[in-house]
């Protein structure tokens, strides 16, 4: 699964971001799909996930309430909305495949199949 991410970029704090993870040549409705990050000197974790039936999501604690996962099956894209970064936002995001026809996601890093390779998010002053 050839996935790609963009829209990362330099924000200020408190600042929004939409990142953006597409396909081509496959579509995406059939897959669980995940955003996961990793800063520098630390293990990659899940940050949100979105399934591929009823569009179930799932988002990490740290990100609640800020992050929003959506897919649009039209455009093959899944999309993560960022509001109100912050510093600790800072990290290359990943997106992540598995086929899995269920109303489950999981942001495990074990349980994807296919990775993109990745976007630079900064948030700093």
């Known amino acids: 699964l050839p996935l790609v991410e963009s829209g990362g970029g330099l924000v200020q704090p408190g600042g929004s971001l939409r990142l953006s993870c597409a396909a081509s040549?496959?579509?995406?409705?059939?897959?669980?799909i995940g955003w996961f990050r990793q800063a520098p000197g630390k293990e990659r974790e899940g940050v949100s996930c979105?399934?591929?039936?009823?569009?179930?999501?799932n988002y990490a604690d740290s990100v609640k309430g800020r992050f929003t996962i959506s897919r649009d099956n039209v455009k093959n894209t899944v999309y993560l909305q960022m509001n109100s970064l912050k510093p600790e936002d800072t990290a290359v995001y990943y997106c992540?495949?598995?086929?899995?026809?269920?109303?489950?996601?999981?942001?495990?890093?074990?349980?994807?199949?296919?990775w993109g390779q990745g976007t630079q998010v900064t948030v700093s002053s």
């Open positions: 040549g496959v579509t995406l409705e059939y897959y669980a």
């Open positions: 979105v399934s591929s039936v009823g569009d179930s999501t």
């Open positions: 992540a495949g598995r086929i899995a026809l269920a109303a489950y996601c999981d942001i495990g890093t074990n349980w994807y199949s296919s």
